[in-house]
């Protein structure tokens, strides 16, 4: 079965953990003793009914103020498929939570609550959900039920047109629109009898799918999304052992990222350029002919060549393919989104993390920063401030192999650590 990962984003008490909560009680997911825990839970707390939001709320700073603070992951599958869900906060100070998220996520729900329409929060989580490649969007019109479904529709079609009108800045998804109540239940799992007028997108017959039936049916990412071999080396493999095979064995761990490897490729290592064939390739005790993504692998080569952690094995280009070469650079320029209470402000020394490798950094000019209500970029600004984002360059102390985001994630996403106190500060996308 294909799997599919997936985020809850969107303003604070919108429905996110309940949703989630609903989807794994009315797929039969819960295990008897979470259940009996969320139910004694509730009645400690005085609630009327079961809390679907404790089954992902699982902190007690979470529970006592009914919020979620941490992303938390769940997971479940249906006879169609496997999922891995992430319940993201959404309050503003932890936005980087949503993002962190997002990072590996195929799939966005949006929740929106219907009372309130397209606010703030749900602007800035749209619009990271698509920055960070987020290629599919579930807009989930929620607490219909609090509103009256004799005017379910009215409102639905409303904060549908609305978020239409803001989505049309932001890069093309494939969007869809579902009208549900969390709480109780309607278009999650069951099709719900209050939503006769809820129709398919496409015009076809019948009524528009439920949010089960639509997570079922998106395509799953292609494996092969960037076609060129990127293998970013994580360790440098010499197994200290007395037995003699082992002397002379020199490996190259780590996850390739994008394309595939064989044996007998001609492979270069960035950024020194030094040129070998790939030998053998290694998955514990197993020899492959080739691997892709996302395995993760030894790869030997037939020469001994000055390879260490956060270099970058790739196939050596051929047939014209000039794209296939990464850049290499000690400057870039990337899409941030700032973490840190202390504002982003030119000249600021940082660390950069790109894959397994650490470079000392200077912060540039900033070039742009986004005004989040109309997706403007303003020239001009002198900081960026916690939860805004702008396009920043850095100047790095040491070169580095890398793609751009919006081709390749592995290679085109950078972390921003704070050079004092060692806190992620910031999450990058390299232009």
Known sequence: MSLLRLITCGSVDDGKSTLIGRLLYDTKSIHQDQWEAVHRT????????????????????????????????????????????????????????????????????????????????????????????????????????????????????????????????????????????????????????????????????GGGPTLLEHLEAVPPRPIKQFPHARFPVQWVVRPQSDDAANHDYRGYGGQIVAGELRTGDEVIALPAGQRSRVKRIHLLDEDLPECHPPQSVTVLLEHDLDISRGDTLIKAPGNGHADAMPRISREIEATVVWMSESPLTPGRRCIIKHGARYVRAIAGPIRERLEIHSLAWQAGASQLGLNEIGRVGFKLASTIVFDAYTQCRATGAVIVIDEATNNTVAAGMIL
């Open 42 to 205: 509730s009645l400690k707390r005085g609630d009327a009914r079961v809390d679907l939001a404790l089954l992902t709320d699982g902190l007690r700073a979470e529970r006592e103020q009914g919020i979620t603070i941490d992303v938390a992951y769940r997971y479940f599958s249906t006879p169609r498929r496997k999922f891995i869900l992430a319940d993201t906060p959404g309050h503003v100070q932890y936005t980087r939570n949503m993002a962190t998220g997002a990072s590996t996520a195929d799939l966005a729900i949006i929740l929106i609550d219907a009372r309130q329409g397209v606010l703030e929060q749900t602007r800035r989580h749209a619009f990271l959900a698509t920055l960070l490649g987020v290629s599919h969007i579930v807009v989930a019109i929620n607490k219909l039920d609090l509103v009256g479904w004799d005017k379910a529709r009215e409102v639905f079609d409303r904060i549908k047109s609305e978020f239409e009108g803001f989505a049309a800045g932001l890069p093309p998804t494939d969007t869809v629109f579902i009208p549900i109540s969390a709480l109780n239940g309607d278009n999650i799992v069951n099709r719900s009898e209050h939503t006769p007028w809820y129709e398919r997108a496409d015009g076809g017959r």
